[in-house]
Structures are given as C-alpha cells and as structure tokens.
C-alpha cells in the first residue's frame, strides 16, 4: 500500500464532532502501567492477586492516537497497518489535532447490536474509557452510526464498520469545552443553521401554505387533492421541535433571533385558527407578517453561505 497522506475535510470532522455531545464532569484516576493489585486468600489458603476495581488501565492506544492527530509528519499507514486519516482546511493544508483510525484486527466482541460491539469494544480494548461508558451519547443518523464519549479534554467517537469486521475510532483534541472550566455544552450540539433552515421551509412555511390554499380553495397550494387530517399531524409533529430550534437559533446566531421571534410568534397565532378548524371556508389564515420576517431568515441563512 503506497504510504500517501489520506485527508478528512475539516467539515467533514467538524460535523462528525457536532453529532457528539458535549463536556463531562467525570474524574478519572488512570494508571499508564500496571494496576493495583491487593492481595486475597483463596479457599487453600494460598495468596493471588486481583486488580483493584477502582483502577484503570491504560491502553495506549488514545493516547497514541492523539500524538499522531498532533504530529504534522504523521503518515496515513502506522507500522502495524492502521489507515489514519487526517483533517485538511479549505486550502488543502492538514489541521492538526483530529485523526480517525481503521483498525481490522479486533478480539472477540459483542455483535448483537451496534451499542454493544462498541460497548465491548472500550471494556476490551479502549480500556482508559470504560469510567466514561455512562456518559455516552450515541448519534444514528443519515446511516452515521456515531458512538460518542465525550472527556473533559478530548473526544473519542465509534463507527462499526460492516457486518462489525472492523471499527473507525476519532479521536479529537479540538473540542468546545477543552481548556475552558465556565464552559457548558450546546443544548442542542448536533444542529446547524441548515438543518433549522430545512425544518422550518419543509415542516412549518410549506404545511401553513397547503392549509391557507386549502381553507380558500379545498385544494393545496398546487392546486392538487389535499389531505388536510394528514398533513395537520405531521405538522403538529414537527412543531414538537420549535424549542429546539429556537434555542438553538437563541445561542448560535443572535443576529437573527430578532426575525425568529417574530416568526415563531405569527406561528403561535396561525395555530390558534388552526385549532378551530381547517376545512374549506374555515377562518382564513394570513402568512403576510410570517413571509416578511421568514426572508429576514432566508437572507440570514444564506449569507452564511457566501
């Protein structure tokens, strides 16, 4: 295999990371050699050892993987066959800090599900993570299986691969909450400005413009057949997210929570008649101030693009 430099664009690890959460509080006391042993008397009267259960061993292996996410001269191929792949800017020059590894050689691990294989995984091989298990937080979107163990200096993210013959490990010193103890964690760490965008044109403004058309009309705002019970709760589903995503716009982008305010405000309003009813001749629904402040959003969301 030809040793070349194999790279993870910066949005690409930047996204991987998003899926995680965010800074723990746990404490851990590791060991980087052998544990403690005390000693025991076995029913012969004869003296053995056993490891202490509060100790923790150290693998090595999360530590050597962040040396090699520092380590500018890193190559993509270790001496015992690991494929590493680094993180690059937008201008093609590596980024230090994040690695993800490919290992094929794995023990014997549970494979009755995903949770379990990476589960097993940390128990037998990641063993300086086992304290970390309970603060696990696991991502499955879009087919991105993300087993995320978030510390207080670093993040260790799990992929299985398929049919669990190998696993990706990242590993990313390029955390939010590294090196700032008034830090806190995003309330919602894995949204963007996309997704909120996505949420609301697909799952708010479109429904609203079926039932305003419907209202005056009996038809959808394509002039097709409208199954307005259907649509109404698969609209209220997605209202379910409204904090969510106000929060989200509230922390991550202040200079537009003025035009979501008003937006979420005119929804408030527009579900109040929605309430009452939406079949054909029912009170009509007015989207004129929610058009007006939606495009403050539009504008918003795609400047950020540029």
């Not at 995680?20 to 008397?41: F, H, L, M, Q």
């Not at 009267?45 to 993987?65: C, K, M, P, R």
């Not at 997605?238 to 405000?265: C, F, Q, R, S």
């Amino acid at each position: 295999m030809k040793k070349q430099m194999l790279f993870l664009t910066a949005v690409v690890c930047s996204t991987l990371i998003a899926g995680c959460g965010g800074k723990k509080e746990t404490t851990v006391s590791v060991d980087s050699g052998t544990p403690k042993e005390t000693e025991v008397k076995t029913n012969d009267n004869q003296t053995q050892t056993e490891n202490t259960a509060t100790e923790v061993i150290d693998s090595g292996i999360i530590s050597h993987l962040r040396e090699v996410a520092n380590d500018p001269d890193a190559n993509s191929v270790s001496d015992k066959g690991v494929t590493y792949m680094f993180s690059k800017d937008d201008n093609g020059n590596r980024t230090l800090g994040t690695v993800v590894a490919f290992y094929t050689d794995l023990p014997v691990l549970d494979t009755s599900t995903k949770e379990t294989f990476c589960r097993s995984y940390v128990e037998n091989v990641l063993t300086e993570l086992v304290p970390y298990l309970d603060d696990v937080q696991i991502s499955d979107k879009e087919g991105m299986y993300q087993f995320c163990i978030p510390t207080e200096d670093y993040l260790v993210m799990l992929t299985p691969g398929e049919d669990f013959k190998s696993m990706m490990v990242l590993v990313s010193d390029i955390v939010p909450w590294k090196n700032d103890q008034n830090s806190k964690p995003q309330s919602s760490p894995a949204i963007s400005l996309d997704e909120t965008y996505n949420w609301y044109v697909g799952h708010i403004w479109n429904p609203l413009t079926n039932f305003r058309d419907y209202i005056e009309t009996g038809k959808s705002n394509t002039g097709g057949a409208f199954d307005a019970d259907f649509a109404y709760d698969e609209y209220t589903k997605a209202l379910e997210n409204k904090e969510k995503y106000t929060d989200y716009v509230h922390e991550n982008h202040p200079d537009i929570v003025n035009a979501w305010d008003k937006m979420m405000g005119q929804i408030d309003e527009i579900n109040k008649n929605l309430a009452d009813g939406y079949e054909p001749g029912s009170e009509p629904i007015e989207l004129d101030l929610l058009s007006q402040y939606s495009e403050a959003f539009y504008e918003y969301v795609n400047s950020q693009k540029q």
